[in-house]
């Protein structure tokens, strides 16, 4: 059964990877709006949290930006079955890199870089650009359950260069991974409650979010650098890495709360920037309990 799977998403790869660009964009765009428009999953999500988000914006607003959400995801989908073709010579047909000079800065003190990022874009195309581009990446994520899927989910990241860590062994892997002096990427947009997360504000409304890099930055002075990814019209997907956060080195509870919710507010200015292309299908509101 993994076997004929795995022919099946290699025929398929091959398939999408000859079409022509506007083809791939307009596949997922047709994903998109089966998902929002026909299937309806987690629709009522979507619009939930963009009235959260943005009270003031017309009903119709936020049924655009959610189905262009959504749309998004599907051109995610399309792009996964991109990996096994992305080389040095078509490289720039699909990635545009912005400010990596950040993360060579922060490199050369020796001790690693840490990577904020979010759902927005196509975070798991960009660590192809990261890893392509010679960084030595690792992301923190969540295996599945389902071994096959697994092979096949994060193989393909592997296959450019990315390694995993699991968060329930984070904290040695993270620590090994900076003395290697390389980069760390930690997803931060999504709710987590206690111990794990702290209280944070995301567009005005109460959420947690995880302490594990706030945490890390100020136990090892290791530069944290805002990092993301959105598409242009083209479909060329631009990385983005920004200048690093300031910290102040005092391991305390109340400044790893203070530097948590630094990181959220810049998460937020990111997703008001580019609405259309971040994750709304997310519960990112449910309610923290002390």
């Known amino acids: 059964m993994r076997a004929l799977l795995g022919l099946f998403f ?23 709006i089966l998902w929002f428009d026909v299937f309806r999953i987690r629709r009522t999500v979507a619009l939930e949290n963009l009235d959260r988000a943005f009270p003031d914006w017309p009903h119709a607003k936020k049924i655009s930006v959610a189905r262009s959400s959504l749309k998004s995801m599907g051109q995610s989908l399309v ?58 990446i690792n992301l923190i994520s969540k295996l599945f359950k389902t071994k096959w899927l697994n ?28 003395r290697r002096n390389e980069a760390v990427i930690f997803v931060l947009d999504q709710f987590m409650g206690p111990p794990v997360g702290v209280r944070t504000l995301f567009f005005g409304h109460v959420t947690g979010t995880a302490a594990g890099l706030a945490t890390m930055a100020e136990r090892t002075g290791v530069d944290v650098l805002p990092a993301y990814s959105y598409r242009k019209t ?57």
């Not at 990877?17 to 765009?29: E, F, H, K, V």
């Not at 989910?153 to 904290?171: D, L, N, Q, Y």
Request: with cysteine; aromatic share 12%.
């Open 79 to 136: 792009e996964f079955a991109l990996f096994p073709f992305i080389t040095e010579k078509n490289f720039s047909r699909y990635f545009e890199c912005v400010g990596f000079e950040h993360i060579d800065r922060a490199l050369e003190g020796g001790k690693g870089v840490m990577l904020m990022s979010l759902h927005l874009g196509n975070g798991d195309f960009a660590t192809v650009a990261l890893s392509r581009s010679g960084y030595k």
């Open 10 to 32: 290699k025929l398929l790869s091959w398939i999408v990877a000859s079409l022509p660009r506007r083809a791939q964009i307009a596949i997922g765009d047709l994903i998109g």
């Open 234 to 290: 083209d479909g060329t997907l631009v990385v983005v890495i920004e200048a690093p956060f300031l910290h102040d080195q005092s391991l305390t509870e109340k400044n790893i709360a203070r530097m948590t919710q630094a990181y959220t507010d810049k998460i937020e200015q990111i997703v008001r920037q580019h609405p259309e292309q971040w994750m709304w299908i997310h519960r990112r509101w449910k309610e923290f309990r002390e």
């Open 151 to 178: 092979d096949m989910w994060f193989g393909m990241r592997a296959k450019h260069g990315t390694r995993f860590i699991a968060p329930e062994k984070s904290t040695f892997d993270i620590l090994k991974s900076l």
